[in-house]
């Protein structure tokens, strides 16, 4: 299994972002994809998921109404970002359909991408 997300960069608050999940070598449907991040000094944190079926998704109270992951993707929308939202951002499989945003709950981590909201 390899995963490797990519999209970050450098924005001014309010703008926007597409973090792209690029995975390979497990059936893509079968498995939960989450998203995560890390800020400096600060624990991993759940940001969003969603089901191996594509239908669900679930979404921590910090980002809820302006990232979204697009239906049957495990690519990251982000919208109306705010400089709290600087963080290194990390896709991760799951090992069942079904697995929230519990870092402990994902078996397979790729490398993150840096995002950077400053003025």
């Known amino acids: 299994v390899q995963l490797q997300a990519s999209g970050g960069g450098l924005v001014q608050p309010g703008e926007s972002l597409r973090l792209s999940c690029t995975t390979s070598?497990?059936?893509?449907?079968?498995?939960?994809i989450g998203w995560f991040r890390q800020a400096p000094g600060k624990e991993r944190e759940g940001v969003s998921c969603?089901?191996?079926?594509g239908g669900s998704t679930h979404y921590a109270d910090s980002v809820g109404g302006r990232f979204t992951i697009p239906r049957n993707t495990g690519n990251l929308q982000m919208n109306s970002l705010k400089p709290e939202d600087t963080a290194v951002y990390y896709c991760?499989?799951?090992?069942?359909?079904?697995?929230?945003?519990?870092?402990?709950?994902?078996?397979?981590w790729g490398r993150g991408t840096q995002v950077t909201v400053s003025s």
């Open positions: 991760a499989v799951a090992l069942t359909p079904l697995a929230g945003i519990d870092p402990s709950m994902y078996a397979y």
């Open positions: 070598g497990f059936p893509f449907n079968d498995y939960a």
């Open positions: 969603i089901t191996g079926s």
